[in-house]
């Protein structure tokens, strides 16, 4: 089936270490996201990707990385500068023009223990 | 400025009512406004979606309304059923801009049996 698989659904990180959130779509979408969900916030934007092995920040990059080596897929870390990591990570992905349909992961929560 | 502002909050409604979610934004140059349905534990998924060219847009028992001039848009659901209980948000972006949507804060529907 297409679309975009986040992995794992649910992780748990020690305070100090660093861990990286898993994103793969088969839709062929050029362009790629990563949102984070806080209660009554809605989503916010952490790092966006139109192509390969080019990546731009969003409103909340702080404490984060990404990379895009390859067009399906776009991980994120989430580094021990982020001080409150606690949250729930959605990938997303669409064809490059604007304006167009954001398709989203199933998302992944990470909890800081 | 990209904000998009979302209200209410919460609403809950009687199982076939009519539920009104509104949202306002400030960007004049904003020229797609989609909503976005999420259900517990899961991603985001579209809803339905409108352009400024048009005032009204329907899909079955989800309006979009759209008011330009009062830079304003409203989702509305009739014959509100249980199953519509979720979180909805609206969602602007803008031609051109790589940076895809801006999210309002979103709306806990709660449709009573």
């Known amino acids: 089936d297409g679309g975009i698989t986040q992995s794992p659904k649910y992780l748990f990180r020690k305070e100090g270490q660093n861990v990286t959130l898993s994103c793969e779509q088969n839709?062929?979408?050029?362009?790629m996201y990563w949102y984070r969900q806080d209660p009554g916030q809605g989503l916010r934007l952490i790092y966006y990707?139109?192509?390969?092995?080019?990546?731009q920040k969003g409103d909340i990059a702080e404490g984060y990385s990404v990379s895009r080596e390859k067009k399906e897929s776009f991980p994120l870390t989430v580094t021990s500068a982020q001080k409150n990591p606690t949250a729930f990570y959605l990938c997303?992905?669409?064809?490059?023009?604007?304006?167009?349909?954001?398709?989203f992961g199933e998302g992944s929560w990470l909890t800081v223990v | 400025q990209q904000q998009v502002k979302q209200s209410p909050q919460s609403l809950i409604v009687q199982k076939g009512g009519i539920s009104i979610i509104n949202c306002a934004y400030e960007n004049t140059a904003f020229d797609y406004f989609p909503w976005y349905q999420q259900f517990p534990g899961k991603g985001p998924a579209l809803l339905i979606a409108?352009?400024?060219?048009?005032s009204e847009k329907k899909e079955g028992r989800f309006t979009i309304s759209f008011n330009k001039s009062a830079k304003q848009f409203s989702l509305h659901i009739m014959d509100s059923q249980p199953g519509d209980s979720a979180t909805y948000f609206c969602?602007?972006?803008?031609?051109?801009?790589?940076?895809?949507?801006?999210f309002g804060s979103g709306t806990q529907l709660t449709v009573l049996p």
């Open positions: 409108i352009r400024p060219d048009v």
């Open positions: 997303a992905s669409s064809i490059l023009s604007s304006g167009n349909t954001i398709y």
């Open positions: 969602a602007a972006s803008r031609s051109g801009s790589a940076r895809q949507l801006t």
């Open positions: 839709l062929n979408h050029d362009a």
């Open positions: 990707s139109q192509i390969v092995n080019d990546f």
